[in-house]
């Protein structure tokens, strides 16, 4: 089963940028979609962005402003941030899967996740 670790979380101001990794080991990272979710203090850990081989979905929450990738080279996953919001704040997980989904049930493999903080 597939290892994660996020790095790259933070503190930030609001409208600012932050650039979160998760670096894979122990399985073929090309063979699995990938998924980043958060999970606010006090709020269910929700679905943000993921990617497959050929697809991403994002939530609507941070359509148009973040954007994940993926380097299979590198078995490592992205999510760039952009326009920051106080409203973004919380830790952000990646996750491993076999198929792409903006539900959390198929992800199989989870990091510890990555604390992202964004101040007004």
């Known amino acids: 089963q597939v290892q994660l670790v996020e790095t790259g979380g933070g503190l930030v101001q609001a409208g600012g940028s932050l650039r979160l990794s998760c670096a894979a080991s122990?399985?073929?990272?090309?063979?699995?979609?990938m998924g980043w979710f958060r999970q606010a203090p006090g709020k269910e850990r929700e679905f943000v962005a993921a990617?497959?081989?050929?697809?991403?979905y994002y939530s609507d929450s941070v359509k148009g402003r973040f954007t994940i990738s993926r380097d299979n080279s590198k078995n490592t996953v992205y999510l760039q941030m952009s326009s920051l919001k106080p409203e973004d704040t919380a830790v952000y997980y990646c996750?491993?899967?076999?198929?792409?989904?903006?539900?959390?049930?198929?992800?199989?493999?989870w990091g510890r996740g990555t604390q992202v903080t964004v101040s007004s």
């Open positions: 990617i497959s081989w050929s697809s991403t």
């Open positions: 996750a491993a899967s076999r198929m792409l989904s903006r539900d959390e049930r198929p992800y199989l493999s």
């Open positions: 122990g399985g073929i990272f090309s063979s699995y979609a």
